[in-house]
């Protein structure tokens, strides 16, 4: 069962667009890490129509704009895990995470490499 569609209470919601609602991370990287949740369960990017995209698109600039006018931040890092690199029990939301000067925020970030052919994924992309 999705913990996103069951169990986030109305109180841990700040705010809300028609499509989106923001909550802190119980987990976070950063004081002040943020959640942008779908209301409806998308398992993925992919499966988000369009006007739904814009809607979060719009959702998001507004929080980031809070962020940078009224905290004392160099500015934010987004990022979303899609798909089977999701949690599980989540559906599609993405982090936004305020950054200072100096964090460290990727200091510790490791992953081991595997071998992608970037010539494939160029012409992929020339399509």
Known sequence: M?????????????????????????NPNQIGHLLIISKKHYESLEDIPD???LDELRFEKEIVGILKGNFDIL????FQNNGLTMD???H???????RYK?????????????????EKLSELLKK
């Open 75 to 78: 500015d934010v890092t987004i």
């Open 92 to 98: 599609f939301h993405k982090h936004i995470i305020p």
């Open 88 to 90: 599980e029990g989540v």
């Open 102 to 118: 100096g964090d460290g925020f990727w200091d510790n970030f490791h992953v081991k490499e595997v071998h992608m052919d970037l």
């Open 51 to 53: 006007l739904v995209l």
């Open 2 to 26: 999705c913990i996103f569609c069951s169990q986030i209470d109305k109180e841990q919601v700040l705010c809300e667009s028609k499509d989106f609602f923001l909550v802190l991370d119980i």
